[in-house]
């Protein structure tokens, strides 16, 4: 098996791995995606199957932040949004990724939002 294969096998690993240990907590699933240029959420609910807000950098326009900013304020606009809908609590999905740089300034924004997570 050559390395890109091997390698996408164990990111597809470790994202089933973090998202089954998740899917049995009863609460809305806060899955992230990152790229190079973007940073997009979506709260989902696992019990009826649907999403429930969702929230990404494309949103700000051309003023937008970068980076780590950019992520604390996607963090910050979506639990504005589960907060309007009534929901109080949740918990993140990082995927394969490691919970540092974008993904923990999400998580501490949206904390700072009043979100538990």
């Known amino acids: ?5 091997r390698l996408a096998k164990q990111q597809e690993r ?6 089954n240990k998740l899917k049995g907590a009863g609460r809305v699933r806060l899955s992230v995606f990152r790229s190079n240029l973007h940073f997009r959420c979506q709260a989902i609910d696992d019990v ?9 950098t494309g949103e700000f326009g ?23 809908a009534g929901i109080k609590e949740a918990c993140l999905d ?6 540092h740089g974008r ?3 999400f998580a501490d924004g949206a904390r700072g939002a009043g979100l538990d997570l």
Do not use: C, F
């Not at 470790?14 to 998202?19: L, N, Q, T």
């Not at 990082?94 to 919970?99: I, Q, V």
């Open 1 to 5: 098996m050559n390395k890109v294969k």
């Open 14 to 19: 470790r994202k089933h791995r973090v998202r």
């Open 48 to 56: 009826a199957g649907n999403t429930v807000a969702s929230a990404w």
């Open 62 to 84: 051309e003023d937008k932040p970068k980076g780590i900013a950019a992520a604390a304020q996607v963090g910050r606009v979506i639990a504005e949004r589960l907060l309007a």
């Open 94 to 99: 990082r995927g394969s990724y490691r919970y």
């Open 103 to 105: 993904v923990k300034a």
